[in-house]
């Protein structure tokens, strides 16, 4: 199952993409998360339905000082898991 998750709130600058990689590798979900330009954070994440059920449940309460306003999820084809790795930071220095 691949997921597509926006991620808004008080969700940029407080260490929101690191907290996502960390909880997503511990599930050894492969995919991806990154910062938008419009102050958001992006998740594709592709694994098992309850590893998937997990990390939206931390994507909702997300790390300490961050407010997230709102989780907006959209199921992906399959096909789109096909070219996604070990869970990844992108746009990170």
Known sequence: MVLHFLIKGRVQGVGFRWFVHREASEL????????????????????????LAELRASLRSGPRGSRVDHVIEHYLDESEAAE??????EGAW
């Open 28 to 51: 050894d979900l492969r995919g991806w998360v990154r910062n938008t330009e419009d102050g958001d954070v992006e998740v594709v994440a592709a694994g098992d339905m309850a590893d």
């Open 84 to 89: 996604l790795s070990s869970f990844r930071i």
